[in-house]
């Protein structure tokens, strides 16, 4: 089991402010411009950098659960995969 710091903030955890951006871009059916999102991003607290923002993204990107295209956003959409039998 991985012990966390006694002094660290949970707050700036990459997981925790990336679940801040998908629900800033669910609000958003489509598109959304990656100005836009960093902007709530960084409004929401004080400590919180543009640095930490394109980490966060790179972190989603990387996860598959964000598409970026022309500096926009976007959720990718959930595909249910289907398992195929051995013989088909």
Same mark, same amino acid.
């Given at each position: 089991m991985i012990l966390p710091h006694p002094e660290t903030d949970?707050?700036?955890?990459?997981l925790v402010v990336s679940a801040d951006i998908i629900r800033e871009l669910?609000?958003?059916?489509?598109?959304?411009?990656?100005?836009k999102t960093m902007?709530?991003? =960084? *409004?929401?607290?004080v400590k919180r950098t543009p640095d930490l923002f394109i980490k966060c993204l790179v972190f989603l990107y990387s996860v598959g659960l964000i598409e970026y295209?022309?500096?926009? =956003? *976007?959720?990718?959409?959930?595909?249910?995969?289907i398992q195929l039998e051995m013989f088909e």
């Open positions: 949970f707050s700036l955890n990459i669910k609000k958003h059916k489509k598109t959304i411009f990656l100005e902007q709530s991003f =960084l *409004k929401k607290d295209n022309d500096f926009k =956003l *976007k959720l990718t959409p959930k595909e249910s995969y």
